[in-house]
Every structure is written in structure tokens, then in C-alpha cells.
């Protein structure tokens, strides 16, 4: 699907772009590969690592049009990774977050559409769901711009996609990294949020990989979520430490006790296939779609009303030892 194709990664100096850059060039043989960020000493890093003859990094930010307009030409392929993602920083920092993850979306899809990309997918995040925190409700005005801009496509080709799902593990600022400074510094215990909190898992492997199969299955408007397992964060700092001490410090600004993908307000447009949910779009399109068969054939079935995939009540959970093994 990629090979000779031209591909371009916004913030693809992060985790999941790295992860992406690589599997992307052990699998196939684009014609160029494009990495879009703002960080140059990021760039520079990222570049004595992956130096192939597709590979081209251009310095830019989503909030410039313009910058993203000369990027973007002759792309064939859009992978929206670019957002600020700390939630404290955003309830500090609202405005700087509204104009990454809305304005930089929305620059974004008019530059997608203005060059004809094929298929764009945006990366989104369990937060998106039922949002209590700036970062959360950012990210979902997002998944409505993209989900909206194949209504607003007319005579272009091009197709827009939304992949939702939870933490990473071990991505940077993320909570395993924290626990193994904290360790590494000499802490005696680990700081605990709330006992009784949950959190999705995937790895970043199982994260580009379900990008990639969106590819593949998209039909335009879907928002893709994959089952992924659940763990008590209790459990993750056992994993990292065992028999390490807790400190109960409480839930942060904007925290939630556990996370939702699919929200029950949603089950009348939830579709359950082998892997993954998809979640249809609210509006309807000039050219009606049946997304209970995608791309690929694979067939998905209505859940029932009230159906919620919670963080706190899926029915799979890590157990300590599989944390350990996934770490």
C-alpha cells in the first residue's frame, strides 16, 4: 500500500512517529517518508538514526498553514500525530493548546484537501471521550473536524480517518518513564494518583500497526479503537517495583479515575468487529456509507444500546506478572 508512495508524519519526532518511521521502512519502500515537526535538535537526533534515501524532515509547525501547504505537496499519505498532550500543561496553558490541536487540525485538513492526499488519519486519545480536561475536549473538537471534513471534501479524492486509543507504554512523559526516574534518582516510594484508578494499555507497536491497518480499512469518517487491555495503576508500579511503597497524592487537574473510548452515548453508532470498534460518524455523508463492512471485507455488528468500553470495566485486565512482560 505504501511502497512508492509519499507519506508525511506531523509530529513525527515523538514516540509513536520514531515507531512509525521505523516499521514503515522495514515493510515497505516509500518513495519519500516526511517527518513535519517543530523540534530541531529532535530533527537532528532523529536523523543520525533514520538516514534511508525516502527520508525528508522538514522544521515546521501544524499552526502554519503555509509551512504545512509547501510540505504537503505530493503527498499521498497524512499521519496527524501533532498535539500537546500533557494534561496538567494544558489546564495551565489553554490557549496554546486550542491552537495546536484545533487550529493545526484544521491547517491540517484545508492543506490535505488542498493537495489532494489521499487518506489522511488523525491520532486521538481515550481522553477524546466524555472529556473533563482542556486536552481531552481539544482532541475531541478535533475528531469532529476530521470526521466532518469528508462532508466538506466535494470533487476531492481525499478521505479522512480518526485512531483512538489509550497510554502508550513507556512514551515519553508517560507514567512508566516517571516511575523509573523516580527510582533511578533513589525515591523510596512511588507517587499513586488513586488507588482505584484504571488505564488503557498498547504498546507503540501495537499502536502503528493498528495505524497502518486503518489504512487499509478506512472508508472516510470512522473513528478506529482497538481492544486493548486495561491495568490498575496499583499494579503498574508493582510491576515497576515490587514491593515499593505507595504514596497517595491524588488525582491531578483534569485527571479522570478511569478512562472511556467508546462512551455509552455513542452505542448507537458502535460497531464491534474481531479486533476493534468503530464508531460512526453522527452526520451523514452526500454518498451514504455502510461501515459495517470496511475496506478490507472484514465485517462489524451494532453493540448493544448503553454499551461503554471503560478503562475500569473491561473485561481484560493485566495481570502484575503480564505488565512485567509488556514492559
Known amino acids: 500500500m505504501f511502497n512508492n508512495k509519499t507519506i508525511l508524519l506531523t509530529g513525527g519526532t515523538g514516540s509513536f512517529g520514531k515507531q512509525f518511521v521505523k516499521e514503515v521502512l522495514q515493510r515497505y519502500q516509500p518513495k519519500r517518508l516526511i517527518v513535519y515537526s517543530r523540534d530541531e535538535l529532535k530533527q537532528f537526533e532523529m536523523q543520525e538514526e533514520f538516514s534511508a534515501e525516502a527520508m525528508r524532515y522538514f522544521l515546521g509547525d501544524v499552526r502554519d498553514a503555509d509551512r504545512l501547504k509547501q510540505a504537503m505537496q505530493d503527498v499521498d499519505f497524512v499521519v496527524h500525530a501533532a498535539a500537546l498532550k500533557q494534561v496538567p500543561a494544558a489546564e495551565y496553558n489553554p490557549m496554546e493548546c486550542v491552537k495546536t490541536n484545533i487550529h493545526g487540525a484544521q491547517n491540517v485538513i484545508m492543506t490535505a484537501l488542498e493537495n489532494e492526499v489521499e487518506k489522511v488519519i488523525a491520532l486521538s486519545t481515550d481522553k477524546a471521550a466524555n472529556p473533563v480536561n482542556l486536552y481531552g475536549a481539544t482532541k475531541l473538537v478535533s475528531d469532529k473536524l476530521f470526521t466532518a471534513a469528508n462532508n466538506i471534501a466535494g470533487g476531492h479524492r481525499t478521505r479522512f480517518s480518526v485512531v483512538r486509543y489509550g497510554n502508550v507504554v513507556g512514551s515519553r512523559g508517560s507514567v512508566v518513564p516517571f516511575f523509573n526516574k523516580l527510582l533511578s534518582q533513589g525515591k523510596q516510594t512511588l507517587p499513586i494518583t488513586d488507588t482505584k484508578m484504571t488505564r488503557f494499555w498498547i504498546t507503540l507497536a501495537q499502536g502503528v500497526e493498528l495505524v497502518l491497518k486503518s489504512f487499509a480499512r ?47 452515548d455513542d452505542s448507537h453508532l458502535t460497531l464491534e468487529f474481531a479486533d476493534h470498534y468503530v464508531i460512526k460518524p453522527t452526520i451523514s455523508f452526500l454518498s451514504p456509507v455502510d461501515y459495517t463492512v470496511n475496506a478490507l471485507g472484514e465485517t462489524g455488528k451494532a453493540v448493544e444500546p448503553g454499551f461503554e468500553y471503560n478503562s475500569g470495566t473491561n473485561p481484560h485486565f493485566l495481570t502484575v506478572e503480564a505488565l512485567r512482560e509488556m514492559l
Open 218 to 264: 478506512m472508508q472516510g469518517g470512522e473513528i478506529f479503537v482497538p481492544k486493548i487491555p486495561s491495568s490498575k495503576i496499583v499494579d503498574l508500579a508493582e510491576a515497576i517495583a515490587p514491593g515499593v511503597p505507595h504514596e497517595i497524592v491524588g488525582i491531578r487537574p483534569g485527571e479522570k479515575l478511569h478512562e472511556i473510548m467508546c462512551p455509552a
